[in-house]
């Protein structure tokens, strides 16, 4: 059973930094395509960025350079380093991944419906 726990979330004033872990346990597939998704009070869920089996990442575009997908084949761990954070990043951030062998790029992630797993977020507050 695929699990994927996400982790380093928490509460920090604008223009501090964080990085999330997502640490993976039970996938067994060669190829694989992950991404970070977000939801804020009372908006729909969004992606935030994504990365392939090839290292191709992408990332939407309000995130504007401040943040950085990036994978530990070793530990089996996605993270996202956010950097100069801002009261609007504050949401839920979720992991996810999905086992088809499908390119990364700025919006690829569409609605994430294509998605195989999940993990339950975590929650990022940002204070101004």
């Known amino acids: 059973q695929v699990q994927l726990v996400e982790s380093g979330g928490g509460s920090v004033q604008a223009g501090g930094s964080l990085r999330l872990s997502c640490a993976a346990s039970?996938?067994?597939?060669?190829?694989?395509?992950m991404a970070w998704f977000r939801q804020a009070p009372g908006k729909e869920r969004e992606g935030v960025a994504c990365?392939?089996?090839?290292?191709?990442?992408g990332y939407t575009d309000s995130i504007e350079g401040r943040f950085a997908i990036s994978e530990d084949n070793a530990k089996n761990t996605l993270y996202l380093q956010m950097n100069s954070l801002k009261p609007e990043d504050t949401a839920m951030y979720y992991c996810?991944?999905?086992?088809?062998?499908?390119?990364?790029?700025?919006?690829?992630w569409g609605s994430g419906g294509f998605m195989d797993y999940w993990g339950k977020g975590i929650l990022v507050t940002i204070s101004s």
């Open positions: 990365i392939d089996t090839d290292g191709r990442t």
């Open positions: 996810a991944i999905s086992s088809r062998r499908y390119p990364c790029y700025s919006g690829s």
């Open positions: 039970g996938y067994t597939y060669s190829t694989y395509y």
